[in-house]
Structures are given as C-alpha cells and as structure tokens.
C-alpha cells in the first residue's frame, strides 16, 4: 500500500475536519472509519432502533455483536456491556460520527471554562486543572467552524458568551411553542434566554436544504440532509481535493513505532477483516475519548510497554462527559406542537458564578419527544402500567415539557478508561474497561440545576413538577465523552500538548474530545470541532515536506 | 375450523389489505377475545417465531394488563405479542429463558388461585394474576411492562402499534406532515 503523509483515525467531528484540512494544504491522507458511510436515505424514522434510543441496538452503529466493554461498578465488580446498553457510553461508528445523528447544539465554550482550576481553586480529589490554551486561542477556529459546518442562532440575547469577531452565518430557526412559553417566563425570572445556537441549516446552505422541522430529530440521520455534520460537508470536501482516501469499515488495531520511537503508521482491519499495513509520516488519533485512549493504549512496542503516549500513565484517565440533571413540568393545557428540533430556548445565567459551586451548566428546554420516550416521564404517583398509564399517556403527552442541561463534571484521576485483561472483540483486540466516576461535586452543581429548571417551569405555568437528579454509579460520558488524553504543557499530568501532539511521540496527534482537559457546561461538538482546525492549522503551518518540526 | 367472532370480523375487514393479514396477526388480535384459542381454537403449525400458541395465548392475557383496551386498541390488539414474539428471535434472545418460565409462573397464579388457567379468568381475575405475577416475580414483570409498552409506543415497522394506532391515540399526525410517509415501515424490520 502506498505510503501516505498522513493516517487519520476515525471520521467523526474531528476526524473529518483534520482531513480536509491536511488534504487542502496538500498532504496526502487517508482516512479510516470502521463504521459505514449512511446517508439521508438511511434515516429509518425507528422510534426503537437509532443512535438516542437503543432499544433494539444502534442504527449508527456499533453492532452489539462483537464489540464490548466492561464496565467496573461503585462494587468493583466487572459487568460486560454492549453497545446498546448505556453503561456502554456509546457515541456511534460510522462516517460522521456523533454528527451525522446529533441533536447538533452549536455551543462554544465560555472563557471561564478553559481556566476552571484558577478560577475555582480544585475540589479535593479532583483533577481540575486549566487548559494551556485559552478561549482567545480557539476563538477564530470557532468562528471557521460556524460558517464550514454552518451554524444557525442569535446569541445576541446571550450577555454572557465570550467575544466573537461575528454574528452566525444563519438566523435561527422560528420559535416553536415551547419557545413561545419559556421565554417570557424566564424574562420573568431575570434571566436571560436566547434561542440555541444549531448545526443546522435554518436556511440553505452550503449547497443543502432548511430543516423541515421533522419529529425524527435527534438521534437519527435527518432525512433532508439540514443537519450539518461531518459526513455532509468537510469529509465530501476532502475526498474533493483528491488527495484523501476514506476507507471504511476498517479498524485500527495498533499505531506502528520504529526503532526510535516514532510512529511509522497503523495496521487496521480492512472490511474483509484482512490485515492490513498503511505507512505514514503521520498519525492522527480521532476515534472519540474512549477509543481514542485504547487506541493507545493498545498500541505497545519495546518502547513503550505500557501503550504509547503513556508514560506517565496518564492515557484514559479524567474521563468525563455531562452530569444531565433538570425538571420536568406538567400544564394543564397543550406545549407540544410537533415541531422539530424541539429544543429551543436556552439560558447561561447559570454556568458560572455561583458562590459555592465550581461552575454549573446551561438549561435548555429538551429537544421533541417521541411517545418511547414518555412512558416513564409521567407525573410522580401515576400508575406505572394498565388503564392508568395508558390514560395518563394520552393526558401529559402533549402537555410536558423538560427542562435540562449538562452539568459540566469535575474531573477525576480514577475515573477513566483501561484495557480489559480479559474480554475482546471480534477482532481479537482488548476492549475499553471504564471505571471510576465524576467527583461528587458533580452531583450538588446537578442538583442545585435541576431546582432552577424547576423554578423556570413553574413559573411557565406548570401546575405539578418533578426533579430529574440522580446521583449515577458510573462516569457519565457517552456521546459528550472527553479528557482522556488531556491536553497540557507538563508530561507528567498530561498527554499531548497545546497542539494535540503525543508528549514523547512527536509525529502522532490525537485531536478529539479525548483533549479536553474539562468539558464545559455546554454540549462539547462545536468546541471539537474548533480544537480539529486549530490542531490542523499548527500542524500544516509545521509541516515540512515529508516531515514537520514543532 | 373455529368460527371467528363477530369482533375478529370486523378487524378483518377492517384492514385495508385483508390478504396481508397473517395467522400470527390474526392470533394477536384475537387473543382478547380468550374463550376461541382456550377452546383449542389454536394452530397446530402457528407461525409465531419463538412462543408456542399457548405461551403467546398468555402473554397476550398479561400484555393486556399493561395497555388494555378502552376506546384505543388494547396491546395484543395493536400487535405487541408479534412484536414480542419477533424480538425473542432477534434482539431479546437473551430473554427466551426469561420468558418461558415467566409465562409459565403466570399461568401457574392463575390454576393455584382460581383453579383454571388465564385463557378462563375473568377480566378481574387478569388483572389480579398480573398483580400476582408484579410481586413473585418482578423481573419478569418489568420485562414484559417494557417489552409491552415499546411494541404498543414504538414505530410499527416492527409488529407492534398497528397502523401507528397509539400515535392517533395521542394526537399525532399520522402519516407525518412532514418527510416520508409511513410506507417506509413497511420494508419491515432488521432488527
């Protein structure tokens, strides 16, 4: 096979932005995916089976045959998951990722949290750190990836984003009902609710079609193509410039070193399950924190016995996602209009600056609800089966609305990702073992959240209310998964640098969530997004013929 | 050959493709009406996937309990044993076991309470055997409670909410306003 300048991993949010940059500076790169390349005809409109609600499996992968994990408990005891489990912490396996089924909220980080150890001090037995870049460094990027992938919204109502040079590239959508009784309610309250910045086209754009505005929202592909993703905008674009290859349905089984220590490219399963050997100047890891850091760590050699990166056993660890807590509030008259996206309106008031509390989250109102997902969503003391079910079913389907957020967690040491000693794959290789969880104060800032969602209900009229707050026994990753591989300046607490480049390895990149060093109190897509082109820029600006320096 | 009741009739015709309707379809619908398969008015060559006529016969009786009938269809009427039966084969085998001697649990309530099986309970009788049935054996029960109401909820493309039945009940367009049609589930299933 021919040698290439560059191997990127996996063909998600990230993935595809780093190849279609690489290949437009004209490098050559190919790209592997080990799930299938779906498009709009794919979506199946399955209430059951798709990337949100797992009932019978995954639509976008990956298949619960021959790819598990292991999940220790709070018992310490090793429980075998699949992927349609949420103990899984699935994302998903395909061309696009995450994004191809996303419910795509367009969030950019706040100042603040790219600095949350200075700014909050680190709660004892916590991992809180501060990044080496800041929102200043990202800003540009966050701008490039709003108008490539295309964003829709008006923050303009928001007084607590962080500078942009711009408005978005695209008015938001109309307000749906939910909208319309939210906002004043929160105007009420002194907040200050906006509606949310989409990925997704309320207009035309970049060649495809507005959002019609479909109940099949959110974890499904959108069957207009107005969801903007990966797989419908960079990864068309780099395949354009002819110089990228995408090869899906091929898993990487190991990073391949020389004899001093730099990768030299990755062996992968190809669809056939033939092993196969790519050569590259470069490697770039995009695979999702979870994947990303097994990657790794399943990549050992003379040098690096313990997996590579690893030296510091820094590889998998500070695991983190969201903490999702809020309310949900029953009216006594009609707030669902079958509108898609559903979710709507959104507040930062409370994403920091709570004395006592290390940051918080924003709230948003949920996004459109299939019946699936009403049936244990029902007013406290309704009956959980027969003639009262049914009747409350048809009572409060069209009369709730959910109002939540994701609580930005504190990070943990021990909660992270392993290799399991024992379980594999179907192609042999040692599966992601994940354990240990969010520090507890995760669950207070959660708590203290799901009381404000509350207060912003009842002030929307709703006449009974109920708390959504657990205290989980598990890291909550899932698809907002991140910090695995933490970005940083010391190697000892770290695993790559400002650029994304592996410590002691300096020709692998990993360039995904797996970075983050805390994951913000906003659903995290966009700032992947903007972290891919500022990691591409610097590496092109280094690259050097068949080399780079940095 | 039994006599279908006058109720079985009228789901018949009341189908738009009277040729499509299949024996297991037929069954389902009809399992609420209990004193025809009770009577051995079952098939020998039932083309259910994984049950045995009797063990659909009682999941239908407990299906019922969790969605029963009033003016919108009842859970084995909308189709939820087919989709029961179908993932047993498919996504749920994993519950076969489950399943096989949960079934039999219930019918067992039902001889050592009221001295006759489920198919000869009275409506009252039902719904205390799946109370019964909630607390010996609640793993089951949630089992089948979930199971129930996500062939009774979900998309119809898998056997279960016919003619997208409880997405009338609560107000929704049917087909969409928005998109395809419906006609896409009738590619039928892969999962």
New interface residues.
Partial sequence: MKRVNAVVVGAGAAGGIVARELATAGLSVVLLERGKWYTANDC??????NQRTT???NAFGPE?EGNPRVWVDSRGEANVVLP?EGAYQNNAACVGGGTLSYGAMAWRFMPQDFRMRSTYGAPQGSSLEDWPIGYDDLEPFYDKAEYEIGVSGDESGNPFHGPRRRGLPMPPLPPNREFGILEPAAKRLGLHPFPIPMLRNSVPYNGRGEC?????CVGFAC??DAKNGSQNTVIPSALATGNCELRTQCMVREILTDERGRARGVSYFDEKGRLQEQLSDIVVVSACAIESARLLLNSKSRLFPDGLGNRYDQVGRNLQGHHYTGAMGFFDFETYD?VGPGASIAISDYNHGTPGLCGGGLLANEFIRL??H??DRLPPGTP????G???A??EF??RTMIVMGPTQQIPTADGRVTLDPAVEDQWGLPVARLSGNSHPHTFEIGEVQARRAEAWLKEAGAVETSLMAGRPEIVSSGQHQAGTCRMGDDPHGSVVNRNCQVHDVDNVFVIDGSVHVTNGGFNPVLTIMAIAYFASDALVRNWKGTGFRS | MCGAGPARRAQMKARKEPGAVTRRQFMAASAMSSAAWAAGCTSQSGDWESLSEDQAGTLAVICD????A?D?PSASQAGVVTYIDR?LS??YRRHRMAYAHGLEQAESISAKRFGHGLAQATAEQR?QAARALEQENRTFFELV?KH???GY???P??GGNRDAV??R?????EP?????ARD?FSKGTR?
């Fill in positions: 199946r409109k399955d209430d059951l089976r009932v019978l499996g619960d349609s019609m505005r479909c109940r099949w069957e207009v079958d019946p699936i009403t049936l959980r089966w027969g003639a079910h049914k009747r079913m048809r389907h069209r | 309990q969790i969605v029963p009033d919108f993932q498919r996504h719904l409670r129930t109401l996500e909820y979900g998309s493309r898998h409880s997405w009940m609560l107000g929704l367009a969409p306003v928005r998109g395809r896409v999962s």
